[in-house]
């Protein structure tokens, strides 16, 4: 589901609670000590030891070994409790008519009970870890939490969020001082500092938005269902809708070293654009399954994970016509056993 480079360092992690580690560029690789078995949708790392993911049954594991060994810092379970003290409160500080059905603090305090009802079966599917050492997750259903003390205490922000139909966020996106939640039906939030508070915002899409990537140059892509990609060149332009030669979903995105962007979807497919987003050409790849996550690793090759595990394509396949690379399955000699 999620990799990443972690200096010289991948990282992997996806279903049954899995998450494998290389050392030498995806040729070989070990699995960590991992405390649940729940499928892991995402991972990010503040350095080289300091590292975090999150997954299903609302699942937070934290890493101070570079992935070696995780411990569980958060659950749904107590993600559920937290939302229904946060909404209480928030609820006993006004009293609104408990006949108002749709006063947005009877909403809120509606919606945390069922949280607490329905158990620990909502996925965290997104992360940051922000300047100042705090951490943000967010997921289905509209949650998000933070914590500003390594996991020790959480915070619910719900309330704080202008997302009142409780879309699912896919994802959060960074750009100088800028950041984006994004997700189900194009649910677009904007925070104008890591520190400031969401705003909703007009957003360019009608269908869900699956990824974000923000190249080097400051160029901000939105990405999502039958291809569609969403460009701002700079901080405040507006949006604009780029044509790709694809019409599956794009699910992740990175840019290059030479600054090329590939962004790969659910039918296997990679496009790839050299002048920051405004036109895409498809790569041709004989292997193709559906891609979740792509990083560079060390010695230059491309690392994509999907359903069928991993697939390594070397740097040299990206410009010219790509040959069919090599995938390694699950359950192969060079795959961590489930």
């Not at 409160?89 to 006063?103: I, T």
């Not at 080097?216 to 332009?237: C, F, H, I, N, W």
């Not at 044509?243 to 992740?252: E, F, K, N």
């Amino acid at each position: 589901m999620a990799v990443v480079r972690v200096g010289n360092r991948l990282v992997a992690a996806g279903e049954r609670g899995l998450i494998i580690y290389s050392d030498d560029s995806g040729r070989h690789w070990t699995q960590a000590e991992v405390p649940v078995s729940v499928t892991l949708t995402a991972l990010r790392f503040a350095n080289e030891r300091d590292g975090w993911a999150v997954g299903n049954m609302g699942a937070v594991l934290r890493s101070t070994d570079g992935g070696a060994s995780w411990q569980r810092v958060f659950d749904g379970q107590q993600a559920a409790a937290l939302a229904e003290q946060a909404a209480q409160a928030a609820w006993d500080a006004v009293k609104p008519d408990p006949n108002n059905a749709d006063h947005p603090l009877n909403l809120l305090l509606e919606d945390a009970h069922r949280l607490v009802d329905e158990g620990a079966d909502k996925p965290f599917l997104d992360l940051r870890l922000q300047a100042d050492g705090s951490v943000l997750v967010v997921g289905a259903y509209g949650l998000a939490y933070s914590t500003t003390d390594g996991g020790k205490t959480w915070q619910a922000l719900m309330k704080n969020l202008p997302n009142p139909n409780g879309a699912t966020y896919y994802g959060i996106a960074e750009r100088q001082q800028e950041q984006y939640l994004f997700g189900e039906q194009g649910v677009l939030l904007r925070a104008v500092a890591p520190n400031a508070a969401f705003a909703a915002q007009t957003s360019p899409a009608s269908g869900s938005l699956f990824g974000g990537l923000t190249t080097k140059q400051g160029t901000l892509m939105l990405y999502g269902l039958r291809g569609k990609v969403y460009r701002s060149a700079q901080a405040g332009a507006a949006w604009s809708e780029v044509q790709t030669p694809v019409d599956a979903s794009l699910i992740t995105g990175l840019q290059l070293p030479d600054d090329t962007v590939l962004l790969l979807g659910s039918a296997g497919q990679i496009v790839a654009s050299k002048d920051q987003g405004q036109t895409f050409t498809t790569l041709p790849l004989k292997t193709r399954f559906p891609f979740t996550g792509a990083t560079v690793a060390p010695d230059g090759t491309l690392i994509i994970t999907g359903t069928r595990g991993l697939l390594r394509l070397p740097a040299a396949s990206l410009t010219a016509a790509a040959p069919a690379g090599r995938a390694i399955p699950a359950n192969s000699s060079n795959a961590a056993k489930p």
